[in-house]
């Protein structure tokens, strides 16, 4: 079996919709385990009360943010580097839901900002450097937006997603580097995470959820972009090749 | 299993604020994509004019 074939966005094109559901049903599955889980059974957290529930929705929105740009520059990079049109398809594909994430992950912490620390927004450098990874995505979006030609467009969006992902390290840990309002990772890639276990397994599950959304969302933007960048997209997935 | 009380303590303002705002974004992520995937394919129903034999001559092409 060629799977380079799939290189080519026709090709991929129907694959693609046929992957759709089997992320899209879990996402939401997911979703609705996760809620339950958060809601139903972890408990009030003694010092934040109820409050501390917008992180089941903050974190993994603040998580795939960041990761959804690290995967953007690296197919930007890829496409650019090899002349991979799908590559730099899938790195368009990629900005809008992290945009989206990015923008959950600012209003919700706004929202759990105001409750705890008592104002919606300071220039915290968590917070800061995320609003700057928002800027990022949207000079990403605007930048291919004002390029006619795709190809040029492609490279000039490489470029900016390959700079700023120096962003994503800084707001990683932002938290260690600085003094900063934000709190300090709950989670931790090495040692054991500070927060009980049913609060752990919601935040955890509604990760997966957010991973298998955002998979679901950019097949189907990657879809709408082959179709309207390659004119017989559409006709090859109407006679199923 | 514990029921939430639906004010969250007196923060069901700033709880609830969060998920409905990501509800909003979600339904409009999913929203705009399938109408633009409906426009762009209208769009191609109208304009496309390379019959389906040729284009399936073409895959047969590519993928030999």
Redesign the interface.
């Given at each position: 079996m060629?799977l380079y074939?799939y290189a080519?966005p026709?090709?991929f094109y129907p694959v693609a919709g046929k992957m759709i559901p089997w992320f899209a049903i879990p996402a939401a599955v997911l979703f609705g385990v996760g809620l339950f889980v958060g809601?139903?059974?972890a408990?009030?957290d003694f010092q934040q009360?109820?409050?501390y529930?917008?992180i089941f929705?903050?974190v993994p929105?603040a998580w795939m943010g960041m990761l959804l740009y690290v995967l953007m520059a690296a197919y930007a990079g890829i496409g650019w580097a090899f002349n991979a049109r799908l590559s730099s398809m899938m790195a368009s594909a990629l900005a809008?839901?992290g945009a989206?994430f990015t923008?959950?992950s600012l209003?919700?912490g706004a929202?759990?900002g105001?409750?705890t620390w008592g104002t919606w927004w300071v220039w915290d450098a968590r917070m800061t450097s995320t609003l700057i990874l928002m800027f990022l995505y949207i000079g990403f979006i605007s930048l291919q937006a004002a390029i006619e030609d795709p190809r040029r467009a492609d490279r000039a969006g490489a470029v900016i997603a390959l700079v700023g992902v120096i962003n994503v390290p800084i707001i990683y840990f932002s938290v260690q580097w600085w003094n900063t309002l934000h709190q300090g990772a709950t989670i931790r890639m090495i040692g054991k995470p500070t927060i009980a276990a049913p609060m752990l397994a919601a935040l955890l599950i509604m990760l997966a959820a957010c991973w298998l959304?955002s998979v679901a969302?950019v097949l189907?933007?990657l879809?709408?972009i082959i179709?309207?960048r390659e004119?017989?997209a559409?006709?090859?997935a109407?006679?199923g090749? | 299993?514990?029921?939430?009380?639906l004010s969250?303590?007196?923060?069901g303002f700033?709880?609830w604020?969060?998920?409905l705002?990501?509800l909003i974004?979600?339904v409009w992520?999913?929203w705009s994509?399938?109408h633009?995937?409906k426009a762009?394919?209208q769009q191609?129903?109208s304009s496309?004019s390379?019959p389906?034999s040729v284009?399936?001559e073409s895959?047969?092409e590519?993928?030999s």
């Open positions: 060629n074939k080519s026709a090709m809601f139903f059974i408990p009030t009360g109820d409050a529930r917008i929705i903050h929105a809008t839901t989206m923008l959950v209003v919700t929202f759990w105001k409750p959304y969302v189907m933007r879809r709408c179709l309207e004119q017989n559409a006709r090859f109407e006679v090749v | 299993m514990n029921w939430p009380d969250m303590g007196g923060y700033y709880v604020g969060s998920y705002f990501s974004a979600i992520e999913v994509l399938s633009r995937k762009l394919i191609q129903s496309n390379v389906a284009l399936r895959a047969n590519t993928s």
